[in-house]
């Protein structure tokens, strides 16, 4: 298992950072910018995935990062559920929300298989020196980015 030794190596972080530009982009659209509310909200739901994770890595402890996981993952389905909204709006075209979305759920995944690694992980952190590693990365994390 590889060892994460930074948050930018973490495969969903990495993913959230490609969703937001990918989000701003689409909301940057005439049509998009008038909806001003949904724009400011749809931004700041994708770029707390990615703070989220950042400032749960930077914690150092396994339960912190677990609480910052779930809160990004809560903003990755708040980003699906805006895309609806877009889409009802007609900002989005069915292909545009289908690709946006997809690109949503698959952080979905990957958050969800780094918490499950976390939960039963016996690490604590490198707060806590407990066992002198850094958190590792997640075999299901693995298995989703090489699909």
Known sequence: M????????IEAW??????????YKMTSTPDFQKDFLLVNQ??????????NLAEGFG???NREFQHFLT???GSAFEVKSQ????LDQKYILIEEFEEIYNQADIICKLL???L??????ELKGTKFKCSGTLISQSKTEKQITEN
Request: charged share 35%; proline share 0%.
């Open 112 to 114: 969800t298989g780094l």
């Open 83 to 86: 895309l609806y909204r877009a």
């Open 42 to 51: 749809t931004r700041r739901a994708s770029g707390s995935i990615m703070d």
């Open 71 to 73: 809160i990004a993952k």
């Open 116 to 121: 499950k690694y976390l939960r039963n992980s």
């Open 2 to 9: 590889s060892k994460f030794k930074q948050f930018e190596e």
């Open 14 to 23: 990495k993913r959230a950072r490609s969703l937001s530009v990918v989000i």
């Open 59 to 61: 914690r150092e402890g």
